[in-house]
């Protein structure tokens, strides 16, 4: 299995403008995470997707952001617009939820900067 | 509110000798405890775990304690090998919590050759 897929890798784009930030989870995993990492929190979640669904979204930070889950293997962490404290290293996760517990498969990340 | 919490940013410790990151939470509820590694540019990396039902867990060079009372856990790497620098982050989850996993600020730990 090649893990969990982030694109883009890296990503440079202007103050005001809309990211896409992109996740193909694990085939057969039912959990999607994305976390943001900062210095001064470390790996913060954003939203948590069960069997496609939205279940926390308590750590969006504010209405700028947003997250997808359509299918399976597909989810999107939309920023819009975006502003230059958006800058960190996002990553997403993904784990099969079945009773007993798992851990959690991170990407490689995709780091935000917002000039 | 950071629910995980590592006090400790940093951490050198010489090769062979032993490594011991430490972790603390405040939410009683957490029954599961995890422990990643993660290198630059990559994304973090299961490393090992513990239930609440336990005290100890083992796996090779790294063994994880927890003590719930104190709320309190603690990973020790012997011996510890250069390849082991990387930022160890401590994670923290409850079934209650549909397994959404809590992480602290990470040490970094350098092993000196």
């Known amino acids: 299995d090649a893990g969990v897929i982030q694109s883009p890798r890296h990503e440079v784009t202007e103050m005001g403008q809309e990211v896409t930030l992109r996740c193909k989870p694990i085939s057969g995993h039912n959990s999607l995470f994305w976390y943001r990492q900062t210095m001064m929190r470390g790996l913060e979640l954003l939203i948590y997707f069960n069997n496609n669904v939205p279940i926390d979204d308590s750590g969006m930070p504010e209405d700028r952001f947003s997250a997808k889950m359509p299918n399976a293997s597909f989810s999107t962490l939309k920023i819009q617009p975006s502003e230059p404290r958006d800058s960190a290293v996002y990553f997403c996760?993904?784990?099969?939820?079945?009773?007993?517990?798992?851990?959690?498969?991170f990407g490689q990340g995709t780091r935000l900067t917002v000039v | 509110d950071q629910q995980v919490k590592q006090n400790s940013p940093s951490l050198s410790v010489q090769e062979g000798r032993i490594s011991i990151l430490n972790c603390d939470y405040t939410?009683?509820?957490?029954?599961?405890f995890l422990w990643y590694k993660k290198y630059p540019a990559e994304g973090p990396t299961f490393l090992i775990s513990i239930s609440s039902i336990k005290d100890k867990n083992e796996d090779g060079r790294f063994t994880v304690f927890l003590n719930k009372s104190a709320k309190h856990l603690s990973l020790h790497i012997v011996p510890s090998q250069p390849g082991d620098s990387a930022v160890y982050f401590c994670a923290a989850s409850a079934i209650t919590g549909a397994n959404n996993l809590f992480f602290g600020t990470g040490t970094r730990l350098t092993v000196i050759p």
């Open positions: 996760a993904s784990s099969l939820i079945q009773g007993a517990r798992t851990e959690a498969f």
């Open positions: 939410n009683s509820m957490f029954d599961y």
